[in-house]
């Protein structure tokens, strides 16, 4: 069974920086390609940055690149999210996911078998 938890997230000033991370439990994670989703309320979900199981593969969408950086510890079993130059559309509920299927559908959401509760990321103006 596998059970992801997202941290990290809060209110930040605009041009701020904030550090996501997603905790995940379960052997098979280790394996998994991992993803960040965010979602504003009655939108749907927003692909943000992918990484695949050993780390050394990661894409981000054209919102955050530059800005965002994904990373992952195998020995912890955490995904994070490294959030600079933060801007108030920005603002959303951060999703992480994990899956360990094909890598080449990264950016779908519905390709991810698991996800995390949710955290909120607020950026003021």
């Known amino acids: 069974h596998v059970q992801l938890v997202e941290s990290g997230g809060g209110l930040v000033q605009a041009g701020g920086s904030l550090r996501l991370s997603c905790a995940a439990s379960?052997?098979?994670?280790?394996?998994?390609?991992m993803g960040w989703f965010r979602q504003a309320p009655g939108k749907a979900r927003e692909f943000i940055a992918a990484?695949?199981?050993?780390?050394?593969?990661?894409y981000y969408s054209d919102s955050v690149e530059g800005r965002f950086t994904i990373s992952r510890d195998g020995v912890k079993n955490t995904m994070y999210l490294q959030m600079n130059s933060l801007k108030a559309e920005d603002t959303d509920v951060y999703y992480c996911?994990?899956?360990?299927?094909?890598?080449?559908?990264?950016?779908?959401?519905?390709?991810?078998?698991?996800w995390g509760q949710g955290t909120q990321v607020t950026v003021s103006s």
């Open positions: 996911a994990a899956d360990g299927r094909s890598f080449r559908r990264y950016s779908i959401s519905q390709e991810y078998s698991y």
């Open positions: 990484i695949n199981w050993s780390g050394d593969i990661t």
């Open positions: 379960g052997d098979i994670v280790s394996s998994m390609n």
